[in-house]
């Protein structure tokens, strides 16, 4: 159905028009009219015409007028211009207004009909466009949750590289590099800092969980993850590396708000923790923060850094230095490592003030909880006299370079035993297994039995396996067996049947395909032209 509204001071030129439409177009369009500027406006302003067919010269407002106001509140109008006066300025003007067609009077049927159709063609695609914009949108917030949940899932768990965050951040439109973890916890009610029935308030908050999204929405810019226990971890983007008094003073009051709104929704008790603002990749650590904040204290509403929770630091103290080294570190980043090891000496020598007990110690403190994540990462074996000369090398050294020279030369030393002894337990598995093979392969061994030789999953085995022999463990054991059996073919007087049999394979036939599949002969082929020469 198409809305048409007719715009004509002149009652003959009107009823043209509606016999026009109503032949041609019949029960498609519903058509009203009006005889003066001001009735156009007022007309417009009810009926919401998608087509409106006028004259510019009415009494009173004239077309042109008349089309901008409408213009305000009824953009997706469509216009259509007629006129007795075949006049530049107003077709210039209406061009301007985004005017459909100019049609001079007297107008031709055949004219108007075409007009109409294109003016209906438009419509069409607008609507249609519009039906495909609401379709993608509703796809997209019933995929939105889902998305949200992986982003946080990925934050509290560290389970995520770089690009990981950045696609995120893209596909959920946050551009901003930092954020501040709220967890809402649930329960029947509240005792003390502790929330009772977590288990049958969390199935009471999965039934609600739709209206406790929608209200965290609506109350703070953030992203919601799913139910965990009587818990939900909101992530709210924030633009700044620290939030100041007054926002923090606002924040708590828009949680209270939040709180009592909820209450009057759902029949569930519940308290808001909020964590420190850190960078996205470092949020798992303020949503600790956030849980500390309600273990500490008995209010509804608690921000950590109304507490004291947790370690304060000099203003300047670069503690996301700090975080960066300790991060390559873990990663075996040497490189990275000694870098972060130069850029944060350079900040303890402008800051020490002269002491170099102060050195000696920042230095052997780093040194210690380097190797601490070293022995973390395994392949390692701790031993209680292995740092027994720590102490006095460091305390031998009088100047800081010297103390910076041993801090480097260790932490280099820390990164490159992660890294080494990751590769080196790597290599003892593969060679253990490649043993395994060996030994066994005129048995019926599977990938699950050599796995379970070398103590590993069977899935963490079969990549470590492929990144290794460059061979996923059937083409190697097949590979294996083929060797084999040329070998006993050119060096034994065995038969192909026994042959077959001390290679692992139980029926010949598919012996002999596989063996003509990796080497291009049958097995007689092959022995018969080595044989030969």
Not at 376 to 381: E, V
Request: a negative charge; glycine letters at 6%.
């Amino acid at each position: 159905m198409y809305r048409i509204m007719l715009a004509d001071d002149e009652g003959i030129v009107i009823e043209s028009l509606k016999f026009i439409i109503d032949k041609e177009f019949g029960g498609e369009c519903e058509v009203e009219f009006a005889k003066t500027g001001r009735s156009v406006i007022e007309l417009a302003e009810r009926f919401r015409p998608d087509i409106a067919i006028m004259d510019i010269q009415m009494p009173g407002i004239n077309g042109i007028e008349a089309m901008k106001e409408i213009r305000n509140f009824s953009p997706g109008t469509v216009f259509i211009i007629m006129s007795a006066y075949d006049k530049f300025d107003y077709a210039k003007e209406a061009i301007k207004l985004g005017v459909l067609e100019y049609i001079n009077k007297p107008m031709e049927k055949t004219k108007v009909v075409m007009v109409i159709k294109k003016a209906m063609e438009m419509i069409d695609g607008e609507r249609k466009k519009r039906s495909e914009d609401l379709l993608i949108k509703e796809k997209l917030e019933s995929v939105e949750p889902i998305i949200e949940n992986g982003l946080i899932y990925n934050i509290l768990f560290e389970e995520h590289f770089e690009e990981d965050i950045d696609n995120y951040k893209t596909v959920l439109s946050v551009s901003e590099n930092y954020g501040f973890m709220m967890s809402v916890v649930c329960g029947d009610s509240q005792i003390g800092n502790h929330m009772t029935n977590a288990v049958g308030s969390s199935v009471k908050m999965s039934n609600h969980y739709a209206e406790v999204r929608e209200a965290l929405k609506d109350f703070f810019p953030c992203k919601v993850g799913a139910v965990m226990a009587n818990k939900i971890a909101v992530l709210v983007p924030y633009n700044d590396p620290r939030m100041d008094y007054n926002e923090r003073i606002e924040l708590i009051d828009k949680g209270m708000e939040f709180l009592r709104y909820l209450r009057k929704k759902v029949d569930i008790s519940f308290r808001l923790g909020i964590g420190r603002v850190k960078p996205l990749r470092q949020l798992g650590k303020s949503y600790q923060e956030s849980l500390s904040a309600l273990v500490a204290t008995t209010g509804q509403v608690a921000h950590v850094d109304d507490l004291p929770i947790g370690c304060d630091y000099e203003n300047d103290y670069p503690i996301d230095l700090e975080k960066s080294l300790f991060d390559a570190v873990s990663r075996g980043d040497i490189n990275d490592a000694v870098l972060r090891c130069e850029q944060f000496m350079a900040w303890v020598k402008d800051n020490c003030g002269g002491n170099i007990n102060t050195v000696r110690l920042k230095v052997l403190e780093f040194v210690m909880w380097s190797e601490h994540i070293a022995y973390q990462n395994g392949g390692m074996t701790y031993r209680l006299e292995s740092r027994d000369s720590y102490l006095p090398e460091v305390m031998s050294m009088e100047t800081a370079s010297e103390l910076e020279e041993w801090f480097i030369a260790k932490i280099r030393e820390t990164c490159h035993n992660i890294g080494s002894k990751r590769q080196e337990k790597s290599t003892d598995t593969i060679g253990a297994a490649r043993e395994f093979i060996e030994e066994n392969f005129a048995k019926e061994i599977t990938l699950d039995d050599v796995s379970r030789a070398v103590n590993i999953s069977p899935y963490y085995f079969s990549k470590l396996f492929k990144e290794s022999t460059g061979e996923n463990f059937i083409e190697y054991l097949t590979n294996i067996r083929i060797e084999k059996a040329k070998d006993l073919m050119l060096s034994s007087d065995m038969s192909m049947k026994e042959i077959c049999a001390a290679c692992g394979y139980s029926d010949p036939n598919y012996f002999s395909r596989t063996f003509k599949k990796n080497t291009g002969f049958t097995p007689t082929e092959y022995k018969e032209n080595n044989q030969t020469k």
